[in-house]
């Protein structure tokens, strides 16, 4: 699946940091660069809402993910934030 969304551009953006009051205007500038695979490692401040509104605004156009998962439950956790 992922390598679908690599074929544009074999590069994924790892947003390490990244806050959810920036998280739009980060994705959106990544998306007109034809980025199509962002990452929010999950010790980023409030992942789990950055995670939600980068796949609710761009999640048609690119694969929005987690790194830096640690613990089982994260994994339902980001599901579940899109």
């Avoid at 390598?3 to 544009?8: E, G, I, V």
């Avoid at 806050?19 to 789990?48: Q, W």
Wanted: negative net charge.
């Amino acid at each position: 699946m992922i390598r679908a969304w690599l074929d544009s551009l074999p590069l994924v953006a790892i947003l390490r940091g990244l806050r959810p009051d920036e998280a739009l205007d980060i994705g959106r500038a990544l998306v007109a660069e034809r980025f199509t695979v962002i990452e929010v490692p999950m010790n980023s401040p409030e992942p789990l809402e950055s995670i939600r509104l980068l796949s609710a605004e761009l999640g048609q156009r690119c694969l929005i993910g987690a790194g830096t998962v640690l613990q089982p439950e994260q994994v339902s956790q980001v599901a579940a934030a899109g």
